[in-house]
């Protein structure tokens, strides 16, 4: 006789499983074993914690700072350079500090904070709330 685990999950998770594992929205039940039961369990778990880390730092960032277009001379060109604003002082600061600063202050990956600081600046984070290349924190 098998053991019955009933797992709470977002509304959410529930439709992602609805539509990606049960291919169907008629079924209400799913019985799987106990190793998919796990899988899905890290998948939900490492889900929330991607969502909440990259919120947080979408927050900061719409909080305390905003894109910005500097000026570099090259020769006798002139060519627009990405800047970033402190809302706080005033302050111009390249997206290299702003990305030193965000990989030491939230412990992730350089190409996760690469990401989201493009992200950012193009405004394509606000609008979606998603990153447009998938990077794991």
């Not at 079924?27 to 880390?53: A, H």
């Not at 990259?54 to 350079?81: C, H, M, Q, R, W």
């Not at 600063?101 to 996760?112: M, P």
Request: proline residues 3%; positive net charge.
């Amino acid at each position: 006789m098998s053991k019955k685990t009933i797992l709470k999950i977002s509304k959410e998770h529930y439709k992602f499983i609805q539509e990606n594992i049960l291919g169907s929205k008629d079924k209400k039940k799913l019985i799987i074993k106990e190793s998919q039961y796990n899988f899905l369990k890290n998948v939900i778990v490492e889900n929330n914690n991607y969502d909440r880390i990259l919120k947080s730092i979408a927050e900061d960032l719409d909080l305390n700072y905003e894109p910005s277009v500097g000026t570099k001379e090259i020769g006798n060109e002139f060519f627009n350079e990405p800047l970033i604003n402190k809302k706080v002082n005033g302050e111009t600061i390249t997206p290299a500090l702003l990305f030193d600063y965000l990989k030491q202050k939230y412990s992730v990956s350089e190409d996760f904070v690469k990401q989201v600081i493009d992200d950012w600046y193009k405004g394509t984070l606000k609008e979606t709330g998603r990153l447009s290349k998938n990077v794991s924190p």
